[in-house]
């Protein structure tokens, strides 16, 4: 009992601090986006970056959530149906919450914008063809550069505005960690649709998700090395968010349809492969601890 109520603490701690520093993240990539636009004149919500770090928190902390339970040794049983319970409770409470900010509508973070002055030069590269255009001010005429021909004037426009050009940074991007970033992004506006269908929707596929994320918690007691059974889970949490991702395609979804929409309806297609899933991988699990159980003796 003192453990379970440990495990309570801990996932309760791990949430929270992995959604702050999800959400802080996010905000720092905001900023970091914005700066190599021109001109940097946006405004970001508070809300909308902190939905993107709720599959974050929500992936994370069942991972810890499993891992503690299997380092202290709590009943396989009692720590499903408490991490269930848990990422359900707080992934509920935690939409909730971003809803009614993103309905108090707060001021959000803005960015400064810069004064547009006669002779600005920007530079567009669509493809290897590099195009300058000379601004004459801020809504007049502008002078355009094209490869290969002579300098063009137009005139000055009432329809015509600056728009945004990404500035010719160095950017290093990783492709693990850029294709991690997307599946999270893609996870986020699925939990953002599912929370606006209705609480009895939204309970059903965070549910289901978090049955499937439980129970492939068994890789982190596949070995007596603790480091190692950790870095097991990582590897199966991010399939299961690829997994997710992929159901959760327009092409998939309308294969699926397809096959399955006769059956059962086209929205509870994915929650039923999650609990599915999750479903099989228990039973395999309990009889492989009857088997060991049969064999000690």
């Known amino acids: 009992m003192k453990n379970l109520a440990k495990l309570i ?27 190599v636009l021109f001109p940097p004149a946006a405004v970001f919500s508070l809300s909308t970056v902190l939905s993107l770090a709720l599959p974050v928190s929500f992936y994370f902390s069942l ?3 499993v891992s503690y339970s299997s380092r202290r040794s ?8 408490t991490l269930l319970a848990l990422s359900l409770g707080f992934a509920i409470a935690a939409s909730t919450g971003l809803s009614r900010l993103e309905k108090m509508n707060p001021p959000g973070i803005t960015v400064p914008p810069v004064p547009i002055r006669p002779g ?35 005139p000055a ?8 050009v990404r500035l010719p940074f160095r950017e290093e991007r990783n492709v693990i960690l850029s294709g991690i970033s997307a599946d999270f992004a893609r996870s986020s506006r699925v939990f953002e649709a599912w929370f606006e269908a209705g609480l009895a929707p939204f309970a059903l596929y965070a549910g ?14 596949i070995s007596f090395w603790p480091l190692a059974n950790l870095f097991f889970g990582v590897l199966a949490f991010r399939g299961a968010l690829a997994l997710e991702s992929f159901l959760n395609t327009a092409e998939t979804h309308k294969l699926l349809s397809s096959f399955a929409g006769s059956i059962i309806p086209e929205s509870l297609i994915n929650p039923a ?5 999750g479903i099989l991988i228990l039973l395999y699990s309990g009889l492989v601890y009857l088997a060991r159980g049969r064999r000690s003796e």
């Open 273 to 277: 492969i999650f609990t599915v899933l």
């Open 157 to 164: 426009s009432a329809s015509y505005r600056v728009r945004q």
């Open 120 to 154: 600005l030069v920007l530079t567009v590269t669509p493809g290897d063809t590099p195009t300058r255009t000379v601004l004459l001010g801020a809504e007049s005429a502008r002078v355009l550069s094209l490869p290969g021909q002579a300098l063009f004037f137009e």
């Open 74 to 81: 709590i009943s396989y049983a009692a720590s499903l149906i």
């Open 9 to 35: 603490l801990s996932f309760t701690f791990s949430f929270i601090v992995i959604l702050v520093l999800a959400g802080l993240a996010g905000l720092l990539r905001s900023w970091a986006d914005a700066a």
């Open 63 to 65: 991972l810890f959530g």
């Open 208 to 221: 289901s998700l978090g049955l499937f994320l439980i129970s492939i918690g068994c890789l982190v007691n």
